[in-house]
């Protein structure tokens, strides 16, 4: 499985855009990236996934580019509800879903 | 309403006693999982079963065992051989063996004293 880094922290303020850098240098050409996000004693909760280019729903946009070695998930006009740990994982559709490989992730932290 | 839940949301135990947590899903889904998270950490897979009556062994298996008899449930027991058993342990289920959008219960935190 492709191993993933991101940032431990990240602070920002209510009202603004903010992106999160994953890096995946290993990525297999089946693998897929998936954004998953967790508030304190829950369990993680799906926010997006996409192969390539761009994907857009109505919580996030999730950029790839064409290396695809890195992507970065952007949250636009995050409130303080959107203060969790955010993970980036990998992995393929043919095989990689069965071992999902969590790492620390990124502690977002929004404030007023 | 569908969903995956797990219970109890609280669990305390003395040591050297087994331990069993429970999850059901009401979602269709044909794979099944169980994570264990330690505090400040991301989430380790236990255990995995892609379909009933079949189940593998994930990352940090040993001390832990687990049963598939019905799609819906995917019980997991904590034996006395875990040696740090204290956690809070995760349930998730997804439609299919590939599938990256995995569905997680609201957890058990299990205390060992």
């Known amino acids: 499985l492709a191993k993933t880094t991101q940032p431990i922290s990240m602070d920002s303020y209510e009202g603004q855009e903010v992106n999160i850098t994953c890096s995946h240098n290993n990525i297999a050409t089946n693998d897929y990236i998936t954004w998953y996000q967790q508030f304190p004693s829950q369990g993680p909760r799906f926010i997006i996934q996409g192969y390539k280019t761009k994907v857009t729903n109505e919580v996030a946009s999730l950029f790839i580019p064409a290396d695809r070695k890195s992507s970065t998930l952007s949250l636009p006009r995050v409130s303080l509800s959107d203060t969790a740990v955010y993970y980036c994982?990998?992995?393929?559709?043919?095989?990689?879903?069965?071992?999902?490989?969590f790492g620390t992730g990124t502690q977002l932290k929004v404030e007023l | 309403d569908g969903g995956i839940t797990q219970s109890p949301k609280y669990l305390f135990r003395k040591e050297g006693q087994n331990v069993t947590l429970s999850c059901e899903q009401n979602?269709?889904?044909?794979?099944m999982y169980w994570y264990r998270q330690d505090p400040g950490q991301g989430l380790r897979l236990i255990y995995y079963s892609q379909i009933v009556n079949d189940f593998q062994k994930g990352d940090i298996a040993e001390g832990y065992s687990v049963s598939r008899e019905k799609k819906e449930s995917f019980p997991l027991t904590v034996t006395s051989a875990q040696k740090n058993p204290t956690a809070f342990y995760l349930c998730a289920s997804a439609r299919s063996v590939g599938s990256n959008e995995q569905y997680f219960g609201p957890g058990t935190r299990l205390t060992v004293t």
């Open positions: 994982l990998v992995g393929g559709a043919t095989g990689g879903g069965n071992k999902l490989t």
């Open positions: 979602l269709n889904h044909d794979a």
